[in-house]
């Protein structure tokens, strides 16, 4: 469920769930070879617990290259099961992408919804960057097109990204396998594996603790 876009709050938010429901994008860097000129590739990413973007590339991959030589960057993603290409919810992140440090703790996290990309985090030359955004450029729909500014896409505080696995084995503990796995909780809502897919599911209100999300996810 998207919120009524009343307000520039709830125009965020909605934007923050378009980009939590999708899982890659195009991504464009510029081009360290070519001075400068725009270079787009496809990308797996993350939406993190404050709405940073989290990438594992490659070191040896173009994109990387650009990044270490000059780490601002976009990624652009849609409602890939929309045919309607002109009228369909998309958004633009605008930002600056920088190395994380603590891997392991980026990987726990990523690999719940990428478990295909095992074999890419045991190479030493795969690292995480993480994009936090500058503005997005927001389009749910024919109309509704909006310019939105960092400090108003920020999420609100939380202690949901410290109380996540212990809620994630309270969560599933208590799921049928019909009803498939919980993978991640965040303040906008939950991801589900189900058969092999993974669904997105928006909480109605914002979850800020592991007592909120609990109560959203059991209505």
Known sequence: M???????????????QLLRAHRYGALCTLSKK????????????????????????????????????????????????????????????????????ERDQAGKRY?????????YFAMHDFSFYRIAPLALRYIGGFGDIHWIKAEKYQTPPSTLAAEEDTLLRKVNAKRSTAQGLVIGIDCDGFDQRLNDRTERRDFPTLATDSAQALALLQK
């Open 34 to 101: 070519f001075d400068g000129y725009p270079f787009g590739s496809i990308t797996p990413y993350l939406v993190d617990h404050d709405g940073s973007l989290l990438i594992l590339i490659s070191t040896l991959a173009e994109h990387t290259k650009n990044i270490q030589n000059d780490p601002r960057v976009s990624l652009i993603t849609h409602n890939q099961e929309d045919p309607h290409i002109q009228t369909q919810g998309r958004i633009t992140v605008v930002g600056t992408a920088s190395l994380v440090t």
């Open 2 to 16: 998207i919120p009524d876009k009343t307000s520039p709050q709830d125009t965020a938010r909605a934007a923050r």
């Open 111 to 119: 690999l719940r919804y990428f478990p295909e990309a095992q074999t």
